[in-house]
């Protein structure tokens, strides 16, 4: 569908960027232009939209090739065939089976067990376990000691050697800003808590459980993250599956992204709204939705949504990519919704000065009615946060399960926060935060860059801490984590159901604390794997996104 | 050496095999089994070729040739 006002912004030949999808090139993938049109056609990166946008947005996912695909689904289909004739042996006794069963004498009642849906379990899942649960025994920085274990009967159970690998270079981690350290002031800090405080609190907040650590924490990640009020929360998980109940119920609506993390799912589910589900990073899906419900309100009766909530997150782990927050927060003005920013991965990782997805953008944090994040990936430690408004912050201290059930942080953990937050501002006297910061932004970069060139399918975000390697077929995830742990490189894979059926990965995290050697040394292993099992899939025909030509006014409406 | 290089190769191949079909990850029965299967259906196929193809190819090469020879006059005789 052509945008007359928009032709006079960009030529003919600019391809559909940012989500667009028009029936002529048939089903894209969002965020994902496939053929440019002419090779000789300039992409360059003004900013087209008003400014919304103040640097250059480049996110893309290229393509799976046609032969992989067939060639993933084909081994698959061996899987299951495999699959099916082990459980026939299972089923006849001839082979032991060792996956739970019930007892004989219960065998006439109704089933404990449901054996179908385990199927993937058994017959896939177990082949290649030993890339995952993987024991480390040392702090997890950038190396990272690991139990060295065996099975003998093909990873049904596992025997440890007795040896320690030592010095794994760590990509798995998310040690983003490297406070994952056994010296340093962090631990003495957190230790001199501990002789103090000890390690226990016996209590929840609302008790005896609110400790003097706790209301500094509380300000000092207010003044972080430049919000009125902030709490914190022992779990991070918890924080968003527990307070989201709190803030919506029923009569109110929930838009989510597609790919938005399991306690995001749990917690709008648990609450009783309604929820729609918008593509990822797709906004003019997004707008649609918003459009529909201020139009037609609730299902039957016609009334007004109490309340619309739009739940979207920094960065997404799988995927790398970065959510379009001035595009979100122009569309939560233009249909007063609220918007709830989950930065689990982002605080801390992205921005000049480590605030986060809002700070990269160069957005008010006032904007941002509900900014929650976590402390387990960039501070070293474990919890979440929410941060707002005073009276809504104060409204959750009371309402909000996790506040009012859950025992309340860890004094040490506590201080590790605080010691790290402060060292990120700077307030600590040095300049070690900002380093940091620089240090992953351009670890990043580099990483990606050298990636790219060699020729991997990476998934993502320029400015993306998070690398998502594609693997594709399954016997494939198994040999790169094995392959990789050979060369004393630990990697986290990923396949089904975390990701699409056949879109498994392998993730890469990157940290402040790799220097550049080990980077060179993990990206020369990869290469090494990447052609033993020839993983370079990528044909170049990546399109970098660019800015789409914005209106501030209308979206146009697509077809999907 | 070519020999080694070629070899090297030929076993890179095998592992592209082993690790697209998967049979990478199943136990030592199951890949006999996998392969016996395998082989046998890639002998059967290859056999059945042997026999038929140069018949069919004949067949087909008597009829074009029927086609355009009756244009030239020629005395066209079956050979079996």
Same mark, same amino acid.
């Given at each position: 569908? %052509?945008?007359?006002?928009?032709?006079?912004?960009?030529?003919?030949?600019?391809?559909?960027?940012?989500?667009?999808?028009?029936?002529?090139?048939?089903?894209?993938?969002?965020?994902?232009?496939?053929?440019?049109?002419?090779?000789?056609?300039?992409?360059?990166?003004? !900013?087209?939209?008003?400014?919304?946008?103040?640097?250059?947005?480049?996110? +893309?996912?290229?393509?799976?090739?046609?032969?992989?695909?067939?060639?993933?689904?084909?081994? $698959?289909?061996?899987? &299951?065939?495999?699959?099916?004739?082990? =459980?026939?042996?299972?089923?006849?006794?001839?082979?032991?089976?060792?996956?739970? &069963? %019930?007892?004989?004498?219960?065998?006439?009642?109704?089933?404990?067990?449901? *054996?179908? %849906?385990?199927?993937?379990?058994?017959?896939?899942?177990?082949?290649?376990?030993?890339?995952?649960?993987?024991?480390?025994?040392?702090?997890?920085?950038?190396?990272? =000691?690991?139990?060295?274990?065996?099975?003998? *009967?093909?990873?049904?159970?596992?025997? $440890?050697?007795?040896?320690?690998?030592?010095?794994?270079?760590?990509?798995?981690?998310?040690?983003?800003?490297?406070?994952?350290?056994? +010296?340093?002031?962090?631990?003495?800090?957190?230790?001199?808590?501990?002789?103090?405080?000890?390690?226990?609190?016996?209590?929840?907040?609302? @008790?005896?459980?609110?400790? =003097?650590?706790?209301? #500094?924490? #509380?300000?000092?990640?207010?003044?972080?993250?430049?919000?009125?009020?902030?709490?914190?929360?022992?779990?991070?998980?918890? &924080?968003?599956?527990?307070?989201?109940?709190?803030?919506?119920?029923?009569?109110?609506?929930?838009?989510?992204?597609?790919?938005?993390?399991?306690?995001?799912?749990?917690?709008?589910?648990?609450?009783?709204?309604?929820?729609?589900?918008?593509?990822?990073?797709?906004?003019?899906?997004?707008?649609?939705?918003?459009?529909?419900?201020?139009?037609?309100?609730?299902?039957?009766?016609?009334?007004?949504?109490?309340?619309?909530?739009?739940?979207?997150?920094?960065?997404?782990?799988?995927?790398?990519?970065?959510?379009?927050?001035?595009?979100?927060?122009?569309?939560?003005?233009?249909?007063?919704?609220?918007?709830?920013?989950?930065?689990?991965?982002?605080?801390?990782?992205?921005?000049?000065?480590?605030?986060?997805?809002?700070?990269?953008?160069?957005?008010?944090?006032?904007?941002?009615?509900?900014?929650?994040?976590?402390?387990?990936?960039?501070?070293?430690?474990?919890?979440?946060?929410?941060?707002?408004?005073?009276?809504?912050?104060?409204?959750?201290?009371?309402?909000?399960?996790?506040?009012?059930?859950?025992?309340?942080?860890?004094?040490?953990?506590?201080?590790?926060?605080?010691?790290?937050?402060?060292?990120?501002?700077?307030?600590?006297?040095?300049?070690?935060?900002?380093?940091?910061?620089?240090?992953?932004?351009?670890?990043?970069?580099?990483?990606?860059?050298?990636?790219?060139?060699?020729?991997?399918?990476?998934?993502?975000?320029?400015?993306?801490?998070?690398?998502?390697?594609?693997?594709?077929?399954?016997?494939?995830?198994?040999?790169?984590?094995?392959?990789?742990?050979?060369?004393?490189?630990?990697?986290?894979?990923?396949?089904?159901?975390?990701?699409?059926?056949?879109?498994?990965?392998?993730?890469?995290?990157?940290?402040?604390?790799?220097?550049?050697?080990?980077?060179?040394?993990?990206?020369?292993?990869?290469?090494?794997?990447?052609?033993?099992?020839?993983?370079?899939?990528?044909?170049?025909?990546? !399109?970098?996104?660019?800015?789409?030509?914005?209106?501030?006014?209308?979206?146009?409406?697509?077809? =999907? | 050496? *070519?020999?080694?290089?070629?070899?090297?190769?030929?076993?890179?191949?095998?592992?592209?095999?082993?690790?697209?079909?998967?049979?990478?990850?199943?136990?030592?029965? @199951?890949?006999?089994?996998?392969?016996?299967?395998?082989?046998?259906?890639?002998?059967?196929?290859? $056999?059945?070729?042997?026999?038929?193809?140069?018949?069919?190819?004949? &067949?087909?090469?008597?009829?074009?040739?029927?086609?355009?020879?009756?244009?030239? #006059?020629?005395?066209?005789?079956?050979?079996?």
């Amino acid at each position: 569908m %052509e945008r007359p006002e928009r032709a006079a912004a960009a030529p003919d030949a600019q391809p559909r960027a940012n989500g667009c999808s028009s029936a002529a090139h048939g089903a894209l993938r969002n965020g994902y232009v496939r053929g440019l049109p002419a090779p000789d056609t300039k992409i360059n990166h003004i !900013v087209h939209n008003g400014g919304l946008y103040k640097r250059p947005f480049n996110e +893309a996912f290229e393509e799976t090739p046609m032969l992989v695909a067939v060639l993933t689904y084909v081994g $698959y289909g061996v899987l &299951t065939l495999f699959g099916y004739l082990r =459980d026939f042996m299972r089923q006849w006794k001839i082979e032991k089976c060792q996956n739970a &069963t %019930e007892r004989e004498e219960q065998k006439d009642f109704v089933p404990l067990y449901q *054996d179908f %849906e385990n199927f993937y379990n058994r017959n896939l899942y177990m082949r290649i376990r030993d890339s995952w649960n993987r024991p480390i025994c040392s702090v997890p920085g950038a190396k990272v =000691d690991m139990m060295e274990r065996v099975s003998h *009967d093909y990873n049904w159970t596992f025997t $440890y050697t007795g040896k320690v690998i030592k010095d794994i270079i760590n990509m798995g981690s998310y040690n983003y800003l490297g406070f994952a350290q056994k +010296a340093g002031t962090c631990q003495e800090a957190a230790a001199k808590v501990l002789s103090q405080y000890g390690a226990g609190v016996c209590s929840t907040r609302q @008790e005896m459980g609110n400790l =003097d650590k706790h209301e #500094e924490l #509380e300000k000092l990640v207010a003044r972080f993250l430049g919000v009125e009020s902030a709490m914190a929360y022992g779990m991070g998980f918890a &924080t968003n599956s527990m307070n989201i109940p709190a803030l919506v119920g029923k009569g109110c609506l929930i838009l989510s992204d597609e790919l938005n993390h399991a306690s995001l799912v749990l917690g709008a589910r648990l609450s009783g709204a309604t929820i729609r589900i918008f593509k990822h990073n797709n906004m003019q899906s997004l707008e649609k939705l918003l459009k529909d419900a201020i139009v037609h309100g609730q299902p039957r009766t016609r009334r007004p949504w109490k309340k619309i909530l739009i739940l979207v997150e920094g960065i997404y782990s799988m995927e790398g990519s970065i959510v379009r927050l001035p595009e979100v927060i122009a569309l939560k003005k233009k249909y007063k919704s609220y918007l709830y920013l989950d930065e689990a991965h982002s605080i801390g990782a992205l921005g000049p000065s480590g605030r986060g997805v809002v700070e990269y953008f160069g957005l008010n944090p006032e904007d941002v009615d509900v900014m929650m994040g976590t402390f387990t990936k960039s501070f070293g430690a474990a919890g979440g946060y929410i941060g707002g408004k005073k009276e809504l912050i104060d409204y959750l201290r009371t309402y909000s399960h996790s506040a009012v059930y859950a025992t309340s942080m860890s004094p040490p953990v506590v201080e590790q926060i605080i010691t790290s937050m402060k060292c990120i501002m700077g307030e600590d006297g040095t300049t070690v935060g900002k380093a940091r910061v620089q240090q992953l932004a351009e670890n990043t970069r580099y990483f990606r860059r050298r990636l790219k060139e060699m020729g991997f399918i990476i998934y993502g975000n320029e400015d993306s801490p998070v690398v998502p390697l594609m693997l594709y077929m399954p016997a494939k995830i198994g040999a790169f984590g094995r392959e990789m742990l050979k060369r004393n490189i630990g990697v986290v894979v990923v396949g089904f159901p975390a990701t699409p059926i056949i879109e498994s990965r392998a993730r890469f995290c990157l940290s402040a604390a790799h220097t550049k050697e080990m980077l060179d040394t993990a990206l020369k292993e990869i290469n090494e794997v990447g052609d033993l099992l020839q993983l370079k899939y990528s044909r170049h025909r990546l !399109v970098p996104i660019l800015d789409r030509p914005f209106d501030e006014t209308t979206y146009e409406e697509t077809e =999907d | 050496m *070519d020999f080694k290089s070629m070899k090297n190769y030929i076993y890179w191949l095998y592992c592209q095999f082993e690790l697209i079909t998967c049979s990478y990850l199943m136990e030592p029965w @199951e890949k006999l089994l996998f392969y016996t299967f395998n082989i046998t259906m890639l002998v059967m196929v290859l $056999y059945t070729a042997y026999i038929f193809v140069p018949v069919h190819i004949s &067949t087909a090469f008597q009829f074009f040739l029927h086609l355009f020879g009756s244009q030239h #006059e020629n005395t066209v005789s079956i050979v079996k």
